[in-house]
């Protein structure tokens, strides 16, 4: 199953983006925050990847966050919630609105999302109210693109026994300076960075 995705958006659509990997362009559903934090056509993106597969269909729906990927893998586990209609409802609502919503029990609220009906709304609420996180889900940011150099770089320094995080930070810190372009050198400034 595909999972994450990364190469040129060729195109992007409210609903639907077309990414190119490979020389393969694949086309991916959307929701309108994702759409709204795309770059722009040409530049490089990464989508967490939920694949989703029936005996006539395979459909790839795009996330730019794993948080927002994490609550539609929820949503669709409720009866009568289907990918199509999750997107919709993730288009229809900022995800940490939807999950206070759900968290209060807040019907009227979740009613006023285009799709859903009072059942569907009541279904949420039961179905989910205690499997989703009570901090704000939508607090993660956007990962920016990474090139192939500087994941080499996280990779490596992982291997290393280095948080992902403090990794991450020391990889930014070593680029916001202008440095960096091998990864020799990339690897070398950013494990300095790292050890201060």
Do not use: C, W
Not at 3 to 21: D, Y
Not at 51 to 58: F, G
């Amino acid at each position: 199953m595909i999972a994450h995705l990364r190469g040129k958006l060729l195109a992007k659509h409210p609903n639907q983006a077309i990414v190119e990997t490979g020389g393969v362009g694949y086309d991916v559903t959307i929701s309108v925050p994702t759409f709204s934090d795309l770059p722009a056509v040409g530049a490089e993106v990464t989508l967490h990847i939920h694949t989703h597969v029936r005996e006539d269909l395979i459909a790839l729906y795009g996330f730019l966050r794993p948080a927002e990927k994490r609550l539609f893998e929820k949503l669709i586990t409720v009866s009568g919630i289907g990918p199509k209609l999750a997107i919709t409802i993730l288009s229809g609502m900022a995800a940490d609105e939807m999950v206070s919503a759900i968290r209060g029990n807040d019907v009227a609220r979740l009613t006023r999302i285009p799709g859903i009906g009072k059942k569907t709304a009541e279904r949420m609420v039961l179905e989910l109210r205690d499997k989703l996180p009570t901090e704000g889900i939508a607090e993660s940011p956007v990962t920016p693109a990474m090139s192939a150099v500087e994941e080499d770089v996280l990779s490596a320094l992982m291997n290393l026994g280095y948080q992902r995080a403090a990794a991450e930070r020391a990889l930014a810190s070593v680029e916001k300076n202008g440095k960096g372009s091998s990864f020799e050198v990339m690897f070398r400034q950013t494990l300095g960075v790292l050890s201060k």
